[in-house]
């Protein structure tokens, strides 16, 4: 279980603390970090290679490892690639220490499309599957704490 304690940090130029992180603060490091083109769903260039968000998903779970959000192989990362494709992270792996190689793809069900040797979803990638579901505008998604 994680020790509570708050620590204060900024993201363009907001204060915010741990215990008032929340979506607020998810959704703006996400922003900062997965930045992919939105027009490639209105059928124009990905901007943005699988390889590089891959990179961007294992930089945000050393972000929230290291801020204490997570511990151990708590917590989950996806990201809509596509209308029926989704990066995410696996099972039982540290967020803090994950490399590209680790992240799964899965289509809109959950069934895994790419996983690299032992690596497979979370069983919660169903959660997210929900998430994009009811909310056509949410592109990624993290859970921790």
Same mark, same amino acid.
């Given at each position: 279980?994680?020790a509570?304690?708050?620590?204060k940090?900024k993201? /363009?130029?907001?204060?915010f603390t =741990? #215990?008032e992180? &929340?979506?607020?603060?998810v *959704?703006?490091? %996400?922003d900062?970090?997965l930045?992919?083109?939105? /027009?490639?769903?209105?059928?124009? =260039? #990905?901007m943005? &290679?699988?390889?590089e968000? *891959?990179?961007? %998903?294992?930089e945000?779970?050393?972000?929230?490892y /290291?801020?204490?959000?997570?511990?151990?192989?708590?917590g989950?990362?996806?990201?809509?690639?596509?209308?029926?494709?989704f990066?995410?992270?696996?099972t039982?792996v540290?967020?803090?220490?994950m490399?590209?190689e680790?992240i799964?793809?899965?289509?809109?069900?959950?069934n895994?499309?790419?996983?690299?040797?032992?690596?497979?979803?979370s069983?919660?990638i169903?959660?997210?599957m929900?998430?994009?579901?009811?909310?056509?505008?949410?592109?990624?998604?993290?859970?921790?704490?």
């Amino acid at each position: 279980m994680l020790a509570k304690k708050t620590v204060k940090f900024k993201i /363009n130029g907001k204060t915010f603390t =741990t #215990k008032e992180a &929340s979506s607020d603060y998810v *959704k703006s490091d %996400i922003d900062i970090l997965l930045d992919y083109d939105k /027009n490639k769903y209105r059928g124009e =260039t #990905k901007m943005t &290679s699988e390889y590089e968000i *891959k990179k961007q %998903i294992c930089e945000i779970g050393k972000r929230i490892y /290291n801020r204490g959000m997570v511990a151990a192989n708590d917590g989950n990362i996806s990201v809509k690639i596509s209308e029926n494709e989704f990066l995410c992270t696996p099972t039982g792996v540290s967020k803090g220490f994950m490399t590209p190689e680790y992240i799964c793809k899965v289509d809109a069900e959950g069934n895994v499309l790419q996983a690299n040797g032992n690596f497979k979803p979370s069983s919660e990638i169903k959660m997210h599957m929900r998430v994009y579901k009811e909310r056509p505008d949410v592109k990624s998604v993290v859970h921790a704490l």
